[in-house]
């Protein structure tokens, strides 16, 4: 990744700028995305367990 980056900033290909912020880009969707599926998963396993005291009782 890093060969990549100084063979970018030695063509003048790409400023540093654009790939560090490409970076904190992923960095903070992927953050994001990690969050939500966990909340997700958090809220479906915690309602099974009521979901079946329910049944049980009728």
Known sequence: M???A????MSGFLPYDTSLSTIILLAVAGIILLIG???L???RIRHI???MALKGHE
Do not use: Q
């Open 2 to 4: 890093w060969e990549a």
């Open 6 to 9: 100084v063979r970018n900033e």
């Open 37 to 39: 599926i966990l909340f």
């Open 41 to 43: 998963e958090y809220h």
């Open 49 to 51: 367990p009521m979901e």
